[in-house]
């Protein structure tokens, strides 16, 4: 009799644990539907937030934040956005904010329009966009440094920020 409760009861255990197994495996495919989304914050300027932003480090997508970089490693982006209206000139602004310390990133592509994937410039109001720079973050940044990376992308034709986001970093040297 003792036996046959401790069986039953691990029994229970084991089909707790097969339960949990299962809801764990919703949370990956809720993770994968929202396709590897990295985790963005608006602006202060008063601009277009992109619908899916992805941020990999390395071959390493960002899911939560701050996202990781070490030292070295490409970064790469994929910027889904609707263009707003009409565009025919994009220049990319990059800016890391150290504190209250703030300082251009280079794109090595000034031209934004020359890293759209999915489509030509000009863009017609209403085109789905999908922009994917990549750069380097300067090396000599101290180990275990948090930042945040503000994109923009200027329409050259107003001067006006077509979209706008930040995302927070933690900078590793190893
Ligand atoms: C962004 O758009 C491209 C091209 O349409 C698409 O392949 C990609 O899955 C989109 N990314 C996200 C995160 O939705
Ligand atoms: C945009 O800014 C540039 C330089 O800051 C200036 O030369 C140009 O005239 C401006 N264009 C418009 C449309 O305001």
Not at 49 to 69: D, K, M
Not at 113 to 125: D, G, Y
């Amino acid at each position: 009799m003792k036996t046959l409760v401790l069986l039953t009861a691990l029994f229970a255990c084991a089909s707790a644990g097969i339960i949990k197994t299962v809801l764990d495996l919703d949370e990956v495919n809720a993770v994968s539907n929202q396709r590897l989304l990295a985790p963005v914050e608006k602006c202060e300027q008063d601009c277009l937030t992109p619908a899916e932003v992805q941020f990999y480090s390395g071959n390493r997508p960002c899911r939560e934040s701050p996202c990781e970089i070490y030292t070295g490693e490409k970064i790469n982006m994929i910027v889904n956005f609707t263009a707003p209206n009409y565009l025919e000139n994009l220049e990319p602004k990059l800016d890391m904010h150290i504190s209250i310390l703030s300082f251009p990133v280079d794109i090595g592509e000034p031209n934004a329009c020359h890293q759209i994937t999915n489509t030509m410039c000009p863009l017609v109001k209403d085109e789905p966009v999908s922009y994917k720079p990549e750069f380097y973050l300067p090396s000599l940044i101290p180990d275990k440094t948090v930042a945040s990376l503000q994109l923009s992308l200027l329409d050259k034709d107003t001067n006006k920020s077509v979209f706008c986001f930040s995302i927070d970093v933690q900078l590793l040297s190893n």
